[in-house]
């Protein structure tokens, strides 16, 4: 099954690390990635962009509203993201401990629904 780790922090507290820190915790996801990669579970994963570069699309009506910024406003911000293979949820979490942003803030684990139709 697939699982979507979904990786939140707090930017200011991502941004209160050194940059050596922070250099830190790319390389070990990456090290995380390649090892996942190597094991058959990796499918994607990505950091994003600060939350001040979100731009929020909403169709109300039939009329789309575009609004900077990101959809809700949370102590937390969405930083990255891991879209991996797992036998179950048990792997998934075990793979979610290893992320270091879970040292930060949170993984949010959500299961992948197949849909029929679907670009590969």
Not at 11 to 30: C, F, G, Q, T, Y
Not at 32 to 47: D, E, F, K, V, W
Not at 76 to 92: K, M, P, R, W
């Amino acid at each position: 099954m697939k699982y979507l780790l979904l990786v939140h922090h707090s930017e200011d507290v991502l941004n209160a690390l050194s940059e050596s820190e922070r250099r830190d915790m790319l390389e070990e996801s990456v090290r995380l990635a390649n090892q996942l990669n190597t094991m058959g579970r990796y499918i994607h994963a990505s950091p994003l962009h600060p939350v001040a570069m979100a731009t929020s699309v909403q169709v109300r009506a039939g009329k789309p509203l575009v609004t900077d910024g990101p959809f809700a406003e949370t102590r937390e911000q969405l930083g990255g993201y891991f879209l991996i293979e797992a036998g179950d949820l048990d792997e998934a979490i075990g793979i979610a401990k290893r992320i270091p942003g879970a040292r930060i803030g949170t993984v949010e684990i959500r299961p992948v629904k197949d849909v029929a139709g679907l670009p590969e």
